[in-house]
C-alpha cells in the first residue's frame, strides 16, 4: 500500500470553475509536504511546500491545507485555467537516519475544458 | 532560478544496447538524484549521490549503475537495456538536508526499449 494516498485518480472540470485534490499519507515521522505541478512530458515543478507547524500556504490560484493531526492535505484551485492541465503530485518528506527521504504520490490527473 | 538539464528528451534504443542518460545542474548542488516515473505509480528512486564520486542506492537500482565525476554532473547508466526499462526518467538536484529542502527537476527523458 503506497504511503502517500491521492484521489480522485483523474478529474475534469469546466474552466473557471474551482476544485480539490486530496493527499492522505502514513509516512512518518513527518518533515515537510509539498504539491508539484507536472506538465505532460515535463518534470515535476513545486507549488507549495508547508511544515508540520503550518497548515495553509497559497500560491496565486493554488492554496494547499494540512491537518499533521489526520495526516491529510488538499490542494484547492480556484478559477481554473486550460494551463491548469496537469498532473499534480503530493510528496512527503521524511527524515531518516540517512537524510531526507521523498515519498510521492501516484498523482492527481487533472483536465480543464473550455 | 535552478535549471537541471537532461541530455535527451527522447530516446530509442534496443535491447542489449548499454545507455547513458546524462543530468547537468547550474546550482553548485551536493545532492543529485534519479528516479523513474511509470504509469499508476509514483516517482522511484534509483540511485542519488550526494557528493562527487559518491553514490547510494535507491529504492530500485537493479539493473541501473551510476557515475558522478564532476559536481554539477551526474550519469545514469544501463549497463543492458531491457523492454522493463521503458519509461520516464527524472533527474533532480537539491542542496543537502534542512527542513524545506527542496528537490528541482529536470525536464525528464523518455526511454523506450524495443
Known amino acids: 500500500k503506497n504511503q502517500v494516498e491521492q484521489s480522485p485518480q483523474s478529474l475534469i472540470i469546466l474552466e473557471g470553475k474551482n476544485c480539490t485534490l486530496q493527499?492522505?499519507?502514513?509516512?512518518?515521522?513527518?518533515?515537510?509536504l509539498r504539491w508539484y505541478k507536472q506538465d505532460t512530458g515535463r518534470g515535476p515543478v513545486s507549488l507549495t511546500i508547508?511544515?508540520?507547524?503550518?497548515n495553509t500556504k497559497s500560491n496565486g490560484r493554488y492554496t494547499a491545507t494540512l491537518d499533521a493531526d489526520t495526516k491529510q492535505s488538499s490542494l484547492h484551485i480556484t478559477a481554473s485555467q486550460l494551463s491548469d492541465s496537469a498532473s499534480y503530485i503530493c510528496v512527503v518528506t521524511i527524515l531518516t537516519g540517512g537524510g531526507n527521504k521523498l515519498t510521492f504520490g501516484t498523482g492527481t490527473q487533472l483536465k480543464v475544458e473550455l | 532560478d535552478v535549471k537541471v538539464t537532461q541530455s535527451s528528451r527522447y530516446l530509442v534504443k534496443r535491447t542489449g544496447e548499454k545507455v547513458f542518460l546524462e543530468c547537468v545542474q547550474d546550482m553548485d548542488h551536493e545532492n543529485m538524484f534519479w528516479y523513474r516515473q511509470d504509469p499508476g505509480l509514483g516517482l522511484r528512486l534509483i540511485y542519488f549521490?550526494?557528493?562527487?564520486?559518491?553514490?547510494e542506492k535507491g529504492d530500485i537500482p537493479e539493473g541501473y549503475s551510476v557515475s558522478r565525476e564532476k559536481k554539477e554532473r551526474f550519469s545514469l547508466i544501463l549497463e543492458s537495456a531491457s523492454t522493463n526499462q521503458t519509461s520516464m526518467y527524472l533527474c533532480?538536484?537539491?542542496?543537502?538536508?534542512?527542513?524545506?529542502?527542496?528537490?528541482?527537476f529536470g525536464p525528464g527523458t523518455r526511454l523506450t526499449v524495443t
Open positions: 549521490s550526494y557528493d562527487v564520486k559518491m553514490k
Open positions: 508547508m511544515t508540520f507547524s503550518e
Open positions: 493527499c492522505n499519507y502514513t509516512v512518518s515521522p513527518f518533515s515537510n
Open positions: 533532480a538536484s537539491s542542496l543537502p538536508g534542512g527542513v524545506n529542502y527542496e528537490q528541482y
